[in-house]
């Protein structure tokens, strides 16, 4: 038996319904991964960061069924209070700092590797097996494609019936080169390949390609953007040429990361982990804040390695402020802003990343108490 657990899965969550019948995902989350991993040889530990626990809801402790505990499988709850989340939020609107949880959680792991997912995630079976192997090295950051199911999956399946369900009923697929709908495999892979060898065309030419203002128009025909918008083709079209100049210039310089839904599947040697320093701790909206990681990463020296799309992660969709379809909205960021909830636009985003390669930090991402390292947290574990 190893001393120490192979394998922390790291989440942050609090009891407020979050996307709606919250709890019910994350038990569906709990119970896979115990089925996936018990009676194996890989040792993992969960470890759940209750950001800010909601005064008027049971916290999580009693208000989930946990699955069975044992040395090869444990779970620590580590619990952000309310009093710290309104110092550390500095006027926020937030109620939830997913990624300063997710940092809470990564610096109190104690595993070997370290995931970063969430807790509305479920594992494929060919993933669950990868992982089981143990073949994890240091020096990496494992990326995993997304697949989203819908919001009320089964529950009283078997695992293998379940994981035949997720990949029958999956509709929407995100991976490293773009996001595409499962509702017509053949056309959505074409448009896939023709989109990778435009963005080879981004990389490795000198000039602007003609090519890509030709996926803009491709994009919008074959609605490539599967995010729900409302837009026009033309609106599409047009926003799509717009982009391309900058993201052109900004992927020559710092290269394709697979940042895609990076949020759910980010997974290091704890080695590695402090090596780039966690999330960057701005109490924001979480969009981008996943993917300065991925490329901090990077730019340490750290490989990219995403694997087989065999080995995806399930996402169960729900709404809320994080939900996929709120992304593609401008009202919903019109209503965000009015809020008071402080974001990264894409401009800001892409700075930042090149200010990261340039060796730059504009501001700082999170800083050697990264973490919330110097904060002494209560800390459970369950069936203890």
């Known amino acids: 038996m190893e001393?120490?657990?192979?394998?922390s899965v790291v989440v942050g969550a609090r009891n407020d319904d979050h996307g709606g019948d919250f709890l019910s995902r994350f038990q569906l989350f709990l119970n896979t991964l115990h089925s996936h991993f018990q009676g194996s040889d890989l040792s993992v530990e969960v470890v759940i960061v209750e950001w800010n626990p909601p005064i008027d809801r049971p916290p999580l402790r009693d208000a989930l069924d946990w699955p069975q505990t044992s040395r090869s499988f444990s779970v620590k709850i580590v619990t952000f209070p309310p009093k710290l989340h309104d110092e550390l939020?500095?006027?926020?609107?937030?109620?939830?700092?997913?990624?300063?949880?997710?940092?809470?959680?990564?610096?109190?792991?104690?595993?070997?590797?370290?995931?970063?997912?969430?807790?509305?995630?479920?594992?494929?079976?060919?993933?669950?097996?990868f992982l089981r192997h143990k073949s994890l090295d240091a020096g990496s950051i494992f990326r995993a494609n997304r697949h989203d199911i819908p919001a009320e999956p089964p529950d009283q399946l078997?695992?293998?019936?379940?994981?035949?369900?997720?990949?029958?009923?999956?509709?929407?697929?995100?991976?490293?080169?773009?996001?595409?709908?499962?509702?017509?495999?053949?056309?959505?892979?074409?448009?896939?390949?023709?989109?990778?060898?435009?963005?080879?065309?981004?990389?490795?030419?000198?000039?602007?390609?003609?090519?890509?203002?030709?996926?803009?128009?491709?994009?919008?025909?074959?609605?490539?953007?599967?995010?729900?918008?409302?837009?026009?083709?033309?609106?599409?079209?047009?926003?799509?040429?717009?982009?391309a100049d900058?993201?052109?210039?900004?992927?020559?310089?710092?290269?394709?990361?697979?940042?895609?839904?990076?949020?759910?599947?980010?997974?290091?040697?704890?080695?590695?982990?402090?090596?780039?320093?966690?999330?960057?701790?701005?109490?924001?909206?979480?969009?981008?804040?996943d993917g300065i990681l991925c490329y901090a990463a990077l730019f340490k020296g750290i490989r990219e390695r995403t694997l087989p799309p065999s080995h995806c992660v399930?996402?169960?969709?729900?709404?809320?402020?994080?939900?996929?379809?709120?992304?593609?909205?401008?009202?919903?960021?019109?209503?965000?802003?009015?809020?008071?909830?402080?974001?990264?636009?894409?401009?800001?985003?892409?700075?930042i990343v090149e200010d990261l390669f340039r060796g730059r930090e504009a501001v700082p991402l999170a800083g050697e108490n990264w973490g919330l390292a110097d904060y002494e947290l209560d800390e459970q574990r369950i069936g203890s």
């Open 89 to 129: 939020s500095g006027g926020s609107s937030l109620s939830f700092h997913q990624m300063i949880a997710k940092n809470v959680g990564i610096r109190r792991a104690t595993g070997r590797f370290v995931l970063a997912t969430n807790a509305d995630i479920l594992f494929s079976s060919a993933l669950a097996n």
């Open 246 to 289: 900058r993201y052109a210039k900004f992927y020559r310089l710092c290269g394709l990361a697979h940042t895609n839904a990076c949020g759910d599947f980010t997974l290091m040697a704890k080695e590695d982990w402090e090596t780039v320093g966690g999330y960057p701790e701005w109490p924001n909206h979480p969009m981008h804040m």
């Open 3 to 7: 001393l120490k657990p192979y394998l």
């Open 314 to 351: 399930y996402h169960m969709e729900h709404g809320g402020p994080t939900g996929f379809q709120n992304y593609g909205e401008a009202a919903y960021w019109e209503n965000s802003d009015q809020s008071g909830t402080r974001r990264l636009t894409d401009d800001d985003y892409l700075e």
């Open 158 to 243: 078997s695992l293998g019936d379940f994981m035949a369900y997720c990949e029958k009923e999956t509709f929407r697929r995100h991976m490293a080169v773009g996001t595409i709908s499962a509702s017509d495999p053949v056309a959505q892979e074409w448009l896939l390949s023709l989109r990778r060898s435009i963005l080879s065309l981004t990389l490795f030419s000198k000039s602007w390609p003609v090519s890509y203002p030709l996926f803009g128009l491709l994009g919008s025909l074959f609605q490539l953007n599967v995010n729900g918008s409302t837009s026009s083709t033309w609106a599409r079209y047009q926003h799509a040429i717009a982009r």
